[in-house]
């Protein structure tokens, strides 16, 4: 899946929207681009639970 993170700006950013989703899969494969605020996903969680983990550490993803 892919998202848009509109707050991501930085590896910081990019660090914990990574560690948001593999606290969810450890197995996700994450791959976060704070220039583009974009992160794209492989992961077995839903795409509902990856946007409420997103939430819950603050970096909440945009509709495209």
């Known amino acids: 899946m892919k998202l848009h993170i509109e707050n991501?700006?930085?590896g910081g950013c990019a660090?914990?929207?990574t560690a948001a989703i593999k606290s969810l899969d450890p197995q996700a494969d994450?791959?976060?681009?704070?220039?583009s605020r974009s992160v794209e996903v492989?992961?077995?969680?839903s795409k509902e639970q990856v946007e409420a983990a997103?939430?819950?550490?603050?970096?909440?993803p945009t509709k495209d």
């Open 8 to 10: 991501m700006t930085c």
């Open 15 to 17: 660090r914990g929207v």
């Open 30 to 35: 994450v791959k976060a681009d704070p220039p």
């Open 42 to 45: 492989v992961t077995s969680a």
């Open 54 to 60: 997103l939430c819950e550490v603050g970096f909440p």
